[in-house]
């Protein structure tokens, strides 16, 4: 995206500003089915005479410094503007009006050139004796593809498009990667939320086992009390032989009936605490509710919010391939932000 980014915005360089560079060959079948597949240099780089047209006959215009960068070989020229032909050729390249050249090289001795299924030969290795600036080359992708300097050369939109496409190559082998790696994140968070809402569930049902246990407790000893209770208000108190007698008797029969009252306050007492500590476990159980709910309308929202993007990206792709020249399979094996990133460079529609 980078690549084909800067090319879009590369300008024209100016008269004199800047070396211009060419990819001088590559692995391609040319114009005469002859494939030149390695080059005969020792090191990295070297220098040969700079032609026009590969005219050995007359003077050179300049020399080229081929170098090897990454994969490919490169070459930068320089003119020497000696005379008109060398100031006219270098204007013309400055200005974009030559973009390719060729090279002249014979075959080394360490490997023969072999006839392949096309009609031509393969050379395994050759030696470059000359550069030349051309109108025609027989390499197709001998071309301009920058220039040293403070500017950008200009590019022809074929080669703007095959940078392009060669930058968005890259993007596809990690594409369906991204795309499983995104899918189990999604599968692992679901889960979790799933799990998640299960323990909540299951919580208020066993949160205070310990309180059930005392609750029956407590109840059956507040019925014995009672039953004590009305057992003894039953009982009829035998009749006292003197005055004293009868004082004493119904000063001990009030502090019976006394009695089992605040017994039964004294066993009334954890039952209050017990229904005390129910109802928050009713507002427990309750919350609990309300959230799953909200959980649920929040997911039915973002699923209408995916579904409004879903279509939004749909005719960004559609879009995309359109204007770019991409297949649907590529354009949909893209990230959505690079969609979108390539949607925005085209042109508006009227």
């Known amino acids: 995206m980078r690549t084909f980014r800067k090319l879009l915005e590369s300008r024209p360089a100016g008269s004199g500003s800047s070396l211009p560079v060419f990819r001088i060959t590559s692995t391609k079948l040319d114009r005469h089915q002859d494939r030149v597949l390695g080059l005969d240099a020792v090191g990295t780089e070297f220098r040969v005479p ?62 023969e050139p072999v006839p392949n299924q096309e009609g031509g030969y393969d050379f395994p290795l050759v030696r ?11 390499n197709e992708d001998a071309v301009r593809v920058r220039a040293v300097g403070t500017e950008d050369a200009p590019l022809p939109a074929a080669e703007m498009l095959k940078a ?46 310990e309180e059930a246990a005392d609750e029956s407790e407590h109840g059956e000893e507040e019925e014995d009390a009672q039953e004590a209770a009305l057992g003894d208000e039953d009982e009829e108190p035998a009749e006292p032989e003197d005055k004293e007698a009868a004082s004493v008797d119904a000063g001990e029969e009030e502090e019976d009936e006394d009695e089992p009252p605040e017994e039964a306050a004294l066993e009334e007492e954890p039952a209050e605490e017990e229904d005390a500590e129910e109802p928050g476990t009713e507002e427990a159980s309750a919350d ?22 879903e279509e939004e990206l749909k005719a960004l ?23 979108r990133a390539y949607a925005a460079l085209l042109p508006s529609a009227p």
């Not at 609990?288 to 993007?309: M, R």
């Not at 792709?317 to 969609?339: I, T």
């Open 50 to 111: 700079l032609l026009w047209n590969h005219d050995s006959w007359g003077p050179p215009i300049g020399y080229a410094r081929c170098f090897k960068e990454g994969d490919e070989w490169l070459a930068e020229l320089h003119f020497d503007r000696a005379d008109d032909r060398s100031r006219v050729i270098a204007d013309k390249v400055d200005a974009g009006s030559i973009t390719t050249c060729s090279i002249g090289f014979v075959p080394s001795a360490e490997a």
């Open 128 to 138: 470059v004796v000359e550069l030349s600036p051309c109108n025609v080359p027989a």
């Open 164 to 209: 392009y496409r060669e930058a968005h190559a890259a993007f596809l082998s990690l594409a369906s990667e991204m795309k499983s790696l995104v899918q189990a994140l999604t599968r692992k968070a679901k889960s979790a939320k799933a799990t998640e809402a299960d323990e909540e569930d299951e919580e208020p049902a066993d949160e205070h086992p």
């Open 288 to 309: 609990a509710e309300p959230t799953e709910a909200a959980a649920d309308g929040e997911l039915g929202d973002e699923e209408e919010e995916d579904e409004e993007d």
């Open 317 to 339: 792709r559609r879009r995309v391939a359109k204007g770019l020249g991409f297949s649907l399979a590529h354009v949909e094996a893209l990230p959505s932000a690079d969609v």
